[in-house]
């Protein structure tokens, strides 16, 4: 196999954008997908589309089936001993809220205090903020170094008695910062909280083993990661999600109604109310077989090469700051920069014009920006089909910018 | 860049002295006009002050920060409605809006919308019509408010 051979799979990228070739530098968004994904989408729906958990009949029994197979890929996925600890969601946001809820609102009370980081996407500070509103529980940030990393000793530091979660981003989106997620984990276990990674940002490109992260909770979300949009993972420690409450009341979530009282099904369906995202779910099953084929060390390896090599080209433009840590070994194939005196918007658009998708914003990461003190960034994330096309597309796209607004060479960052 | 008319046609000169302008950037205290307005999709801020006086917009300052789209579009926002009656500005802003928006013809703005023509070619890149839109969203917020001194 060589990844020049894997573009063939992704039909998307013979596509032109603004009359030139796409090069898809947005992958820390969602990822592209494989011809193998797309088809099971269609294969699901043209020869098995029923229901799942009800009824006798032949479909049903068949897209329950594959649901159940898909799940026990996720639970290997993560080295997780029991598929019934891999709880659906429709994305890693919501898996997240469900903890908040099902979680959070049970056994957290007033005066209790949730941990987080400054590096989080909004998705790991609203939730929590709606729940410390709700329940009076108080919120402490661990801040971010200069260098976007985090000072361990802080984050010790942060823990109190009174810490119940510690939950933290295993990469950061907007800097490409790799967490050293066993090390943090094992900092909110010994302080006697409960633990959540965030790994969105982690799952597509690395590998997971929940048991020898010791984590409680980790949520992420398939599309980054070749699957469909529409389908998300929350794990769980089994003895937790037992001692949860329910997310959302309805069907499949229940054992027995009657008008006075419900019992819940068992885990994971207890968190499954409602006809699930079936068809999402089982072409998540093409994505992680596409995965396991490659491998994500050589996808990473492939991926942080293209990722070394645009810092190169974009760090010999005096102009551009690269974001994020120095240190090779501490980042993700994320790209983050600025161009002094350029709105990311502005770099964005020309990007655009010449194919480049990248994101450019505050990546969700208000809080973030605010600390880095720039409005946003201009960010570009590789993945396993792009290649050296996609660093001279980056390469014109950077060079007609600084032409185009005659960004000077001295020109002072701000 | 020399010739590069993609770029050119939705950056135009004008635009970019605008965005290097800062005549009527800053914040006025007292103000009887306070609104704050923000992009949720790239985080632009703008922070608007004004002083009316006798149904007239008399003094127009705005602070924030954003795209060459967004801070160029406010500063002509400004020039073109300091002086302008509250009620000409209403009107002003409802025919910009209609150009950005409903592809109203450049050629239907009134006069003291001339140069904003120059906006023009970002009806081609549909998500920063926003940007040039958040200027005249923010102020037609602070006008539909009660008149006094706005809570911060």
């Known amino acids: ?414 | 860049m020399e010739g590069d008319s993609e770029l050119q046609d939705l950056y135009r000169e004008v635009l970019m002295d605008y965005y290097g302008s800062s005549t009527r950037k800053g914040t006025l205290d007292p103000a009887d006009l306070r609104a704050h307005g923000i992009n949720p999709v790239c985080g632009d801020e703008l922070e608007i002050t004004a002083r009316r006086e006798g149904g007239h917009i008399a003094k127009l300052r705005y602070t924030g920060h954003g795209c060459v789209i967004s801070q160029a579009s406010a500063a002509m926002m400004a020039e073109a409605l300091e002086g302008a009656s509250v009620e000409r500005a209403r009107e002003l802003i409802k025919a910009f809006k209609a150009m950005m928006l409903e592809n109203a013809p450049v050629a239907s703005l009134p006069e003291e919308l001339e140069q904003l023509s120059a906006l023009e070619g970002v009806r081609r890149f549909p998500l920063r019509v926003k940007c040039a839109t958040l200027g005249w969203n923010t102020i037609l917020q602070g006008l539909e408010r009660p008149s006094g001194e706005e809570p911060r």
């Open chain 1, 1 to 414: 196999m060589s990844f020049a051979d894997l573009r063939k799979d992704f039909p998307i990228l013979k596509r032109l954008v603004r009359g030139k070739p796409l090069a898809y530098l947005d992958n820390a968004a969602t990822s592209q997908k494989p011809r193998q994904v797309i088809s099971a989408l269609v294969d699901f729906y043209e020869n098995h589309n029923a229901n799942v958990h009800r009824g006798v009949h032949t479909l049903s029994e068949e897209s329950t089936g594959m649901v159940e197979a898909v799940r026990a890929k996720v639970a290997a996925f993560l080295k997780a001993p029991k598929p019934e600890t891999v709880v659906f969601t429709r994305n890693a946001t919501e898996s997240i809220n469900l903890v908040a809820h099902a979680w959070g609102r049970k056994f957290l009370k007033v005066g209790d205090e949730i941990v987080s980081t400054e590096m989080e996407h909004h998705s790991n500070i609203v939730p929590w903020q709606l729940l410390a509103e709700e329940k009076g529980v108080k919120l402490r940030f661990v801040p971010v170094e200069p260098d976007g990393t985090l000072d361990l000793e802080k984050v010790r530091a942060a823990m109190t008695p009174k810490t119940k979660l510690f939950t933290f981003t295993a990469v950061s989106n907007a800097l490409g910062t790799v967490n050293p997620v066993q090390q943090l984990v094992g900092i909110g276990k010994s302080a006697g909280a409960a633990v959540l990674v965030d790994a969105c940002q982690w799952a597509p490109h690395r590998p997971i083993d929940v048991g020898s992260w010791g984590a409680d909770f980790v949520a992420f979300s398939a599309h980054k990661m070749l699957g469909p949009t529409g389908i998300g993972v929350l794990w769980a420690r089994e003895e937790l999600l037992e001692k949860m409450d329910p997310f959302l009341g309805g069907g499949d979530m229940i054992s027995r109604v009657t008008l006075d009282k419900s019992e819940w099904n068992a885990l994971p369906f207890k968190f499954e109310a409602g006809t699930p995202n079936i068809a999402d779910a089982v072409a998540f099953g093409p994505a992680l077989d596409y995965l396991d084929a490659i491998g994500l060390d050589s996808i990473r390896r492939h991926e942080e090469g293209l990722a070394v090599n645009a810092r190169a080209i974009l760090g010999a433009e005096p102009s551009v700051t690269l974001l994020g840590p120095k240190d090779p070994t501490k980042r993700s194939g994320v790209v983050s920069f600025n161009i002094a005196g350029l709105h990311p918007h502005d770099v964005g658009t020309v990007f655009d014009l010449e194919g480049v998708a990248i994101r450019v914003g505050h990546h969700c990461c208000q809080p973030l920006m605010k600390k880095l003190q720039c409005g946003g960034t201009a960010r570009a994330s590789f993945y396993l089909y792009n290649d050296e096309s996609d660093l001279e597309a980056m390469a014109r796209a950077l060079k007609r910018t600084l032409e185009f607004f005659k960004v000077s060479p001295k020109a002072a960052v701000r």
